[in-house]
C-alpha cells in the first residue's frame, strides 16, 4: 500500500506542479483564485483517487 501511495503523490504532483511552475509558484493564491485552474486541481486529485481505487497495480 506505501508503494501505490507513493506513486499516487509523484503522480498527483507532477500534474499539478507542471502548470504550477507555468504560472509562477510564488502566486499560488492566483493560480487557485480562477475557477477552472482550481477545478483542474480538484480534477487532478480525483482522477488520481479513481485510479488508484479502480485500477489494480496503477499509481
Do not use: C, E, N, S
Amino acid at each position: 500500500m506505501t508503494t501505490k501511495l507513493i506513486a499516487a503523490v509523484v503522480g498527483t504532483l507532477a500534474f499539478i506542479l507542471v502548470p504550477l511552475f507555468a504560472w509562477g509558484i510564488g502566486d499560488v493564491r492566483g493560480f487557485v483564485h480562477h475557477p477552472a485552474r482550481l477545478a483542474y486541481l480538484a480534477a487532478t486529485v480525483l482522477a488520481q483517487i479513481g485510479i488508484l481505487v479502480f485500477v489494480p497495480d496503477q499509481g
